[in-house]
Nanobody, 114 residues
């Protein structure tokens, strides 16, 4: 059973930055493509950024050029650097495999004020 713990969210003004962190327990973290997902109120959860086990990345169009995903397999951690934040980025952010294979953690709230 893999446990995911996200942190780093908060309240920021538009244009600000946050760095989210996620640490996973369990084995075989390094073999999975990992992702940051988010869910805004009244909306479905969506995949924002993904990173393969080899380090290749892909992003939702609306965050390209502003968000950067990275991972540290030794620490079983994945990160999301978020710059130039916009109010529409407000959501609860979760990490998981790209496909959402593991149980979801509690997430971390990101609120961007205009």
């Amino acid at each position: 059973q893999v446990r995911l713990v996200e942190s780093g969210g908060g309240l920021v003004q538009a244009g600000g930055s946050l760095r989210l962190s996620c640490v996973a327990s369990g084995s075989f973290f390094s073999i999975y493509a990992m992702g940051w997902h988010r869910q805004a109120p009244g909306k479905e959860r969506e995949l924002v950024a993904e990173i393969t086990r080899g380090g290749s990345t892909n992003y939702l169009d609306s965050v390209k050029g502003r968000f950067t995903i990275s991972r540290d397999n030794n620490k079983k951690a994945v990160y999301l650097q978020m710059n130039s934040l916009k109010p529409e980025d407000t959501a609860v952010y979760y990490c998981n495999t790209k496909s959402g294979l593991w149980g979801w953690g509690q997430g971390t709230q990101v609120t961007v004020s205009s």
